[in-house]
């Protein structure tokens, strides 16, 4: 069996007609499996505004897997 510790994949987010104008979504969601074989869910943004050199290109951030019903 494959290891996928420690791996994941994302992809682009297509916008959704119930998406809120006022917030600001991922640009690209996806998961991982973390090192204890946990998948989680991660979500990125590509920061196209930097004023700053200091600034991070990309944020990103991992919450627990939802399972869908």
């Known amino acids: 069996m494959a290891d996928y510790n420690n791996k994941g994949s994302v992809w682009k987010r297509q916008s ?3 998406d809120d104008p006022s917030k600001k979504y991922p640009q690209y ?10 998948v989680k869910n991660v979500a990125m943004w ?6 700053k050199d200091t600034q991070p290109d990309i944020s990103f951030s ?3 897997k939802i399972e869908k019903k």
């Open 16 to 18: 959704r007609e119930s």
């Open 29 to 38: 969601t996806g998961n991982f499996t973390d090192a204890n074989g946990v």
């Open 46 to 51: 590509i920061n196209t505004n930097k004023e």
């Open 62 to 64: 991992v919450s627990d």
